[in-house]
């Protein structure tokens, strides 16, 4: 259960950040997606998902079963705990962010949302293993997990409202330009957000398991869900290359329907692997965060 309420969590908050944060490096203006009602929902259903996985794992903590829960036991695990504080914080946060989505009125209000759902994304550094280390090394380590997730959240977002233009027809000339200018930005954006993942991935791999305890990782669960996460990963990055280089170009040649019609089919096609990639990551990352990393000690 905590693993499922965990994927839950991870993939509202990455999906509310990333439609919000769109704007920034995507069209101002999406005419296929209107986002008031996508906005409210993730955040109504994060505010839901984030209070059923604190008390799966407060359970799991207190090592009873859910209905066993003492009020104390919450009490102290709320208060007394980087877990507890973060929850608190994340709450919050999502409630702010569900009062301003629901008012709405222009895409320049999505700002605070967005503002809101990046603080509710970045406190889950404060639930996996980059809360274990105190001092300057947990700080630069809880920071660099932050920029990870919202870089893969807008990431996942961008996804998003990519599948939505590709999924409807192209039956106008605005259309067509409207679908070119989201990916013509999102082919530069893209590649900043992979630089982004990697380079604070392999702080986390570095934080989390070390140089050291490298060669442990297929001898150990966390390890082979790790390696596998990076192949899946490695596997996005092929899609998107593929994306940028020869798809794309095509789409933004292509003149006639017909030509328009079958790039776009590719394009969605792609993305919606990508995007099923994502999501496997996602489960292996809330699978992950429940097991112990290799050590040499």
């Known amino acids: 259960m ?10 509202d908050l990455m999906l509310l950040f990333g439609l919000a944060v769109y704007p920034l490096h995507g069209p101002r203006r999406h005419p296929r997606i209107r986002p008031r009602g996508i906005l409210t929902t993730l ?10 996985a604190f008390v799966a794992m407060t359970a799991e903590m207190a090592g009873v079963p859910i209905a066993g829960l003492d009020r104390e036991t919450m009490r102290f695990v709320l208060v007394d705990t980087a877990p507890g504080g973060a929850f608190l914080l994340r709450m919050a946060a999502l409630a702010i962010g569900l009062v301003l989505a629901l008012t709405i009125r222009s ?40 920029v990870h997730l919202m870089a893969a959240g807008a990431w996942v977002g961008a996804f998003a409202m990519l599948l939505g233009m590709l999924a409807s027809p192209f039956d106008s000339e605005a ?13 530069v954006a893209g590649s900043v957000l992979v630089a982004l993942i990697v380079a604070t991935g392999v702080i986390n791999i570095g934080m989390i398991v070390g140089p050291a305890a ?3 990782l297929p001898d150990t669960a966390y390890g082979r869900l790790l390696i596998a996460k ?60 429940t097991l112990a990393p290799p050590s040499v000690a």
């Open 214 to 216: 490298l060669h442990l």
């Open 2 to 11: 905590q693993i499922g309420l965990r994927f839950g969590v991870y993939a």
């Open 107 to 146: 895409e320049v209000a999505r700002w605070p949302v967005a503002m809101m759902a990046a603080f509710a994304l970045a406190t889950l550094a404060w639930t996996g293993h980059a809360a274990v280390v105190e001092g300057v090394w947990g700080a630069i380590h809880r920071l660099s997990d932050a």
């Open 175 to 187: 259309a067509v330009a409207d679908a070119r200018l989201a990916l013509d930005r999102f082919a």
């Open 230 to 289: 990076l192949l899946l990963f490695a596997a996005m990055l092929a899609f998107a290359g593929a994306n940028r280089w020869r798809l794309v170009p095509k789409f933004a040649a292509a003149q006639t329907p017909r030509d328009i019609g079958e790039v776009a089919r590719a394009l969605r096609t792609s993305i919606l692997l990508e995007t099923g990639a994502a999501t496997i990551i996602l489960a292996l990352v809330a699978w992950l965060g």
């Open 43 to 52: 955040a109504g259903l994060g505010l839901v998902l984030s209070a059923a």
